[in-house]
């Protein structure tokens, strides 16, 4: 069965520091695995995804993601924190063996202050 | 770009009534997905489709149904609504080639059953 775990609910960080939102996963094949991003009172917005090759992918926004199979982790980082930033963010995984759907983590509320 | 559109924002429901959330994408996806969110249990998948006529259960299906009777068309039905389904309903959508695979959500019915 695939999971995915997000063990902060919130992570707080002032404006221009790095910021790092945790993900780690479980599955039998290979990780399907992405961020997507819900902004106040919008839909989610999806924000990257690693599939196969390079582990340290980029994304929407400034924000980027390392895929790391030892630790089973795929955290999502950002180098100089924004204001805007501030949102809910959420984890997902599928499975190359395991069909369609994406599960998604409980989600990680980041909030930027200034 | 891609546009999933949710028939409601908001809907007030009774215990017992039946509820039809209605979903339409204008992207020829051959995907289509029903999630709830709940506050700190983050999305959780209630039924998926990939292909008209066809569905598969997801991880919370219980209490609900699903009609895919046109691609671009998904549709969630409560068969006899309960005051734990009250939540937000999300519906998204997505092509069936991996290598670019991206859900595109729509805004979100927030659902109250009193």
């Known amino acids: 069965a695939q999971s995915v775990a997000q063990p902060e609910d919130q992570v707080n960080v002032a404006e221009g520091n790095p910021l790092t939102v945790k993900c780690t996963y479980s599955?039998?094949?290979?990780?399907?695995l992405f961020w997507y991003v819900q902004y106040p009172n919008r839909g989610l917005q999806f924000l990257l995804k690693y599939i196969t090759g390079d582990n340290l992918v980029k994304g929407s926004y400034g924000f980027e993601a390392e895929f790391n199979k030892s630790q089973t982790s795929f955290h999502l980082k950002k180098p100089s924190a924004l204001v805007s930033d501030s949102a809910l963010y959420f984890c997902a995984v599928r499975d190359d063996q395991a069909g369609t759907a994406l599960i998604f983590g409980k989600g990680t509320t980041l909030s930027v202050s200034s | 770009d891609v546009k999933v559109t949710q028939s409601s924002r908001y809907l007030v429901k009774r215990t017992g009534e039946k509820v039809f959330l209605e979903c339409v994408q204008d992207?020829?996806?051959?995907?289509m997905f029903w999630y709830r969110q709940d506050p700190g249990l983050g999305l959780r998948l209630i039924y998926f489709s990939y292909d008209v006529k066809m569905k598969e259960k997801g991880d919370i299906p219980e209490g609900y149904s699903v009609s895919r009777e046109k691609k671009e068309r998904f549709s969630l039905i409560l068969e006899s609504a309960s005051t734990n389904q009250t939540s937000m309903y999300l519906c998204a959508s997505s092509l069936a080639d991996r290598i670019n695979e991206k859900l595109f959500f729509g805004s979100g019915t927030q659902l109250s059953v009193l």
């Open positions: 599955v039998s094949g290979n990780p399907y």
């Open positions: 992207m020829d996806h051959e995907n």
